[in-house]
């Protein structure tokens, strides 16, 4: 697990460094890069690294935004947030608003599962508008672990063990990137402090009613106090799983 009170050196000789070298080969010069921009920690890093990297790698940077209808509010200054970043940033934002209490009606799907399909449905019809040939999503450490663990929880093949993978495709065209997957969500907050980055936070993710949320605010504590890199070796486990797998 990161140090939640790494000091500026260790960051930029460490964290850094790592971030550069495992995020440069996902990308090519010329090509259109999308990113998937809720306004949270994870994904304002995510655009702040990628704007800089796209300067570095020749690439277009654009942005895109899914309001679901469901925070009232609170999902109403989210979008207005991400319009603010990319307008101060000079990056492309397209947002999208979908009704996920209906579209889980309609589908019988909770609504977690709705907002998940609906999310997606807006970032193809975005890479076909753009021509983009990646998505890239803030998706940690943190969180590869957790999904490991939820996959366990709620049964899983051998595949669920590989957790979130790092690249896979979205369409022929389209393919969905992870550049964060390096990083532990301590790393991802030191970087939004080093940079002087603000973001919003969903409170949703408070909510241990949420089997995700108990395993983040719960289980992985449980788990560290006998073994400290808990979540590292679960998703260093996933990573060689999916090796082999190939």
């Known amino acids: 697990m990161g140090n939640k009170n790494m000091d500026r050196k260790t960051f930029q000789a460490k964290t850094w460094k790592n971030l550069l070298a495992f995020s440069q080969p996902l990308f090519k010069r010329g090509e259109t890069v999308l990113v998937g921009l809720s306004g949270g920690p994870d994904s304002v890093c995510l655009l702040h690294f990628l704007h800089y990297l796209s300067g570095k790698k020749h690439f277009y940077l654009e942005a895109v935004h ?6 009232g509010e609170a999902a109403d200054a989210d979008a207005q947030f991400c319009k603010t970043l990319c307008k101060n940033m000079e990056i492309p934002l397209h947002a999208y608003k979908k009704n996920v209490r209906a579209l889980a009606k309609k589908l019988d799907l909770s609504i977690e599962h709705a907002a998940r399909k609906a999310r997606y449905e807006a970032f193809a019809t975005a ?7 990646k998505i890239a999503l803030g998706h940690h450490l943190d969180d590869q672990a957790e999904t490991i663990l939820l996959n366990l929880l709620r049964g899983t093949r051998v595949e669920g063990l590989c957790g979130i993978p790092l690249r896979r495709m979205l369409s022929k065209q389209t393919e969905i990137v992870r550049p964060l997957l390096c990083l532990t969500r301590a790393e991802v907050e030191m970087y939004l402090r080093e ?3 603000s973001c919003v936070i969903d409170q949703s993710n408070f909510d241990d009613a949420y089997t995700r949320n108990w395993i983040r605010h719960e289980l992985l504590p449980l788990l560290e106090k006998k073994q400290p890199q808990i979540r590292r070796h679960l998703a260093v486990m996933a990573f060689q799983l999916a090796e082999k797998l190939k």
């Open 66 to 71: 899914v309001h679901h209808g469901l925070r």
């Open 127 to 133: 890479a076909k508008k753009t021509g983009a040939s």
């Open 195 to 197: 940079n002087g980055l």
